[in-house]
């Protein structure tokens, strides 16, 4: 039977395929052959007859298309065949052996192979079109965009496996070829530019974004969010290459073996796992080098990236680095899920994510690290739940402690999907996580240091040469800093000499006597005018990025000229908007070199600057510490009434002694913030809220005086009491109460007392009577009603004291937590291989060791705030420590919210009745859920009988049939060890091992 090939990307044409390989073609680019595509294409390769006249001929009356498609049909039937097309009337069924390009091309891209890009010879049928074949060309349009998508998703997979591989060149190569193919998608150029930074090729990336930027001018058209963060990252590269464009970049010499590592922890991420790497390393030893050169191929793996670094000054600022964590992640794509409590705590810490989340709720304070931690920790798994999240934090010895401590927090939780790398000087300033793997970078030995040559154009091709790399390895001490800027002094010096792009030692030049004396960062800082020296200090004092307004705000005069001269020498770098010194040592060599008395008056200059564009606490903050350390208090003073007053002015009523601990509280001891504040103003040195009192203890005086001298005796009696509370869904410190509690006030004649003005306030406390929060209503015709109390946490059982303001006479109700559970879980579907589980089929039968996998769904409601809730999932057979696993994290407070994950387990070889149960609650970690102990005992106590797998039969079918039940949970009462029963909610599937079933069935 005679075979044929029909091409449809790039062009239109049948070919037959002979025996000798030749394949003449038979049909052009005309309607026969596009009557061929469509039928090719098609479902069971048919169609109806009117649908393809339709489909080409619409221009013609009735009669006239169906003429024209016999017309077609005869040109196929002469080229390939009588029976090629068979007819029955209606349909029209190709019978002819047709292979099709575009069905091979989706074969291959479905599968991501390598050879899809070669079989996509050009985009679909894109020069095609005929009168009268307007419905053709929309379905043509259709295929191409399918294919298009296809290609671009196919050669993202391929350029990411050429790059997990190592093979660069292919990767690039894969790249090109879909730039090429889709040159007006800015998709296939966002993956070219960024598999250009994958493989270490900036300039070409540099190159071909200047080449879209102009084809996206030309046409006037705007890039798509992902090209435009791509090309405002090549532009911010762009900027500091031109700022410090004598900086002697070389290649990345020495860091294969970390660059691998970290890479391959990144692939174990892709797993739903966390990682958390962090990377030790002396001064000058290349770790900011290795985390840019591997956050390129993060985002060329298709990983969502926050890059964070620590600056000096943030040693003097708590919390200022875990700040920075919080706004890098929450500008990403999936921050917008978070919860409107932590999105409230965020905004606190770091102002700027106001812009990102529109809440309206008021964070609490912020004095406990504990609630700034867990809300970084939801922030990041609310964007690692749409994709790989890779946060890097780097210069972490500069990291204030405060932050330090959180983020090991974090990296002992971290949540699926995200991968942390830090990186420090020695000593590891994460000691505190357990979990971290430490990469230490060694000195560069002499071999690395010659590749590092090498990419200077150093070829060592003479004796006298090839001493070179191994004096410059023990002067350097193998820093890769250091050797470059020894390369550096010796081209300025001539003892080593750059000709024709070749870098070589100067003949006849003692190498070992010129590096003895060699002090490269020195001689340039040395070889400074008065007012780049200048210039270079205060940016090296200020310990953070400083825009040129503030520099010449601190110094009276313009910036320009000094800044861009220390750019050229190599000691300053644009950095985030501001002026930053090119490396750590070259600021701490800088500050070494002031005097006592300089450094103080550039304090002192650098600190007024600040304060006068102080707009926040936080810039208060910054400025106030310069000028302490400057012995400038009247400023000091001046500042802190500025942020008195700007409080009063928005209303808020913070007492003084508050603000001043908060803006000076780093850099002063507790004597003298009391000596400060006793300096101010006296109308600075109250709160509002104490002139306030004073005001109204005055009143209440008479008020009280007045009231003694009634003669009538009132009492209160508790009308109504509550049977039990709920926590609103809208606010954590809310009690609602069902039924309400009702207060009256009667006379001795038993009436209610309508005409007095009294207020009752009730106070609830906990079962420990460690803590208080008051309610307070006033009288109306003698009644209060109490629909709801105010209530820090949420007591299981709870006391309520009810008294009349200013009297003595108090009365006591018991405030119960009712059965209603603050998280209950509902089993919406579970989609297995077994078939589908819903609420009303929860049996599954399987063979001995037969896997279920699936989806499962499930649907819950929360009214914890401010709390950690784990997701996870256990079996009854096993060992109940080892055989749970965690399914995710919950958002609270929410209601009835859906969520999808899939799920898989292995039954056991034993026959018999077994359950697996996904439950849910309020702990730190998964063990702690499953073994029913309160995660503030701190070692899950497993074994005891009370164990998520060792619940009782009856227990397990009343959650079956969707009830809740009681379950005893091992807390903490006082430091004591205490079992308490309560109602718990979970999901629970019955599993009946059966030797004789054939395969898993639900029943």
């Known amino acids: 039977m005679p075979r044929y090939a029909l091409r449809t990307l790039g062009t239109l044409g049948v070919s037959e395929l002979l025996n000798d390989g030749d394949a003449p073609v038979i049909l052009g680019a005309g309607k026969p052959s596009a009557l061929l595509a469509y039928l ?186 992902e090209l435009a963060a791509t090309l405002k990252r090549l532009q911010r590269a762009r900027d500091i290459a031109s700022s410090s464009r004598d900086q002697h970049e070389t290649e990345f010499v020495g860091r294969e073996v970390e660059f691998s590592a970290l890479l391959r922890a990144f692939h174990s991420v892709v797993g739903a796992k966390s990682r958390h790497v962090h990377v030790s390393g002396a001064a000058g030893f290349g770790k900011s080098r290795l985390l840019s050169e591997i956050a390129e191929r993060y985002r060329a793996l298709r990983a969502r990236v926050a890059t964070i670094a620590a600056v000096p000054s943030d040693r003097g600022l708590p919390f200022s680095v875990l700040a920075r964590v919080a706004e890098t992640v929450g500008g990403l794509p999936g ?45 990041i798994e609310s964007v690692a739940g749409e994709r790989h999240l890779v946060v890097l934090v780097d210069d972490l010895h500069w990291s204030d402690g405060e932050s330090v401590e959180a983020l090991a927090r974090v990296a002992d939780r971290l949540p699926a999907n995200v991968l942390l790398v830090t990186a420090s000087r020695p000593p590891v300033a994460m000691h505190a996580t357990t979990t971290a793997e430490t990469l230490t970078l060694a000195a560069l030995d002499e071999e690395q240091v010659r590749a590092l040559l090498a990419a200077l154009g150093f070829e060592g091709s003479n004796d006298d040469a090839r001493r070179l790399p191994a004096a410059l390895r023990r ?49 340039r800082i040395a070889h400074l ?40 020498r190599g000691l300053l770098t644009a950095w985030h908007g501001g002026w930053n010194c090119a490396h750590d040592v070259i600021g701490e060599r800088a500050l070494a070199l002031w005097s006592t008395d300089g450094r103080r008056v550039a304090s002192a200059s650098l600190g007024h600057a600040l304060a006068r564009g102080a707009a926040n606490a936080r810039q208060s903050m910054i400025a106030a510490r310069f000028l302490v350390e400057a012995g400038e208090t009247d400023a000091v003073r001046a500042l802190l009434i500025r942020e008195l007053e700007r409080n009063q002015s928005m209303r808020r009523h913070v007492a003084p002694s508050e ?132 209530a820090r946490v949420q007591p299981l059982k709870g006391l309520a004291v009810v008294r009349r303001r200013g009297a003595r006479d108090s009365l006591l109700v018991r405030i119960a937590w009712n059965d209603s559970l603050p998280l209950r879980l509902k089993l919406v579907s579970w989609v297995t291989n077994a078939g589908t589980v819903t609420p009303q089929k929860v049996t599954l039968r399987v063979p001995p060791n037969a896997k279920v996998e699936g989806v499962v769904r499930i649907e819950y409601t929360s009214s914890y705030v401010d709390a950690t809730l784990v997701y996870a999932a256990t079996p009854t057979w096993g060992d109940p420590s080892q055989a749970g696993q965690t399914i995710g994290m919950l958002s609270a407070p929410t209601a009835q919210r859906l969520r999808a994950d899939p799920l898989s387990f292995q039954a056991p070889a034993a026959p018999g009745e077994y359950f697996f149960i996904l439950i849910a609650g309020a702990e730190t970690e998964a063990q702690y859920l499953l073994s029913r102990t309160n995660w503030v005992l701190g070692k899950p106590v497993w074994g005891d009988g009370n164990d998520v797998a060792q619940w ?17 949970t091992l807390y903490s009462d006082k430091g004591v060890p205490k079992y308490v029963e309560v109602v718990v909610s979970a999901i629970v599937v019955r599993v009946v091992v059966d030797p004789a079933a054939t395969g898993p069935t639900v029943e």
Not at 64 to 74: E, F, G, I, N, Y
Not at 202 to 209: G, H, M
Not at 347 to 374: E, G, K, Y
């Open 952 to 968: 009782p039969r009856d227990v397990l079918l009343r959650l079956m049939r969707g009830e809740l039940a009681r379950a005893k």
């Open 40 to 225: 090719a294409l098609a479902a069971n390769r048919a169609a109806l007859r009117d649908e393809c006249a339709e489909l080409l001929w619409s221009n013609m009356e009735r009669e006239r298309s169906r003429l024209s498609l016999r017309q077609a049909l005869w040109q196929l039937r002469t080229a390939l065949g009588s029976d090629s097309v068979e007819s029955d009337g209606q349909r029209l069924v190709l019978r002819a052996d047709v292979s099709v390009d575009l069905l091979d091309f989706r074969a291959a891209g479905e599968a991501q192979r390598p050879e899809a890009l070669a079989l996509f010879a050009g985009r679909f049928m894109e020069s095609v079109s005929f009168p009268g074949g307007a419905a053709f060309e929309q379905w043509a349009d259709l295929e191409r965009a399918r294919a298009d998508a296809l290609l671009l998703h196919a050669a993202e997979a391929i350029v990411q496996t050429a790059l997990r591989d190592g093979r660069l060149d292919d990767a690039l190569r894969a790249a090109r070829r879909t730039r090429d193919l889709l040159a007006r998608s800015q998709m296939a150029w966002r993956l070219l530019l960024e598999t250009c930074l994958a493989v270490g090729d900036r300039p070409l990336a540099l190159v071909e974004s200047e080449v879209v930027a102009r084809w996206l001018d030309d046409d006037d058209e705007s890039p798509e969010p």
């Open 335 to 379: 921050a917008a899920s978070l919860s409107p409590e932590s999105a409230a705590v965020l905004v606190r810490l770091a102002p700027a994510l106001s812009s990102t989340f529109n809440t309206s709720l008021v964070a609490p304070r912020l004095d406990d690290a504990l609630t700034r931690t867990q809300a970084v920790r939801e922030v």
């Open 529 to 568: 005018t008065d007012h780049e020296r200048e210039v270079l200090q205060l940016v090296a004092l200020a310990g953070f990025p400083v825009d040129e307004a503030l520099l010449s705000d601190a110094v009276g005069h313009g910036m320009e000229a000094q800044l861009h001269a220390l750019a050229s």
């Open 659 to 790: 603000v001043a601990k908060a803006i000076v509280g780093v850099v002063m001891d507790d004597r003298q913030v009391h000596a400060l504040l006793h300096s101010l103003p006296l109308r600075y040195r109250f709160s509002h809220r104490l002139r306030v009192t004073s005001a109204v203890a005055a009143v209440a005086a008479v008020v009280v005086s007045a009231a003694m001298l009634r003669s009538e005796r009132l009492v209160l009696e508790i009308a109504e009491a509550p049977a039990e509370s709920v926590q609103a869904l809208d606010h954590r410190r809310r009690l609602e109460l069902r039924p309400p509690l009702v207060v009256e006030e009667r006379g001795r004649d038993g009436a209610l007392r309508g005409g007095v003005a009294d207020t009752i306030d009730v106070v609830v406390w906990d079962d420990s009577l460690r803590w208080a929060d008051t309610t307070s209503l006033p009288m109306s015709e003698g009644r209060a009603t109490f629909d709801a109390v105010r």
């Open 475 to 523: 002067a350097s001490g193998g820093s890769p800093l250091m050797v470059l800027q020894l390369v550096r002094q010796g081209l300025d010096e001539r003892w080593l000499l750059r000709e024709e792009g070749r870098l070589s030692a100067a003949p006849d030049v003692d190498l070992e006597r010129a590096l003895e004396s060699a002090d490269p960062i020195g001689r």
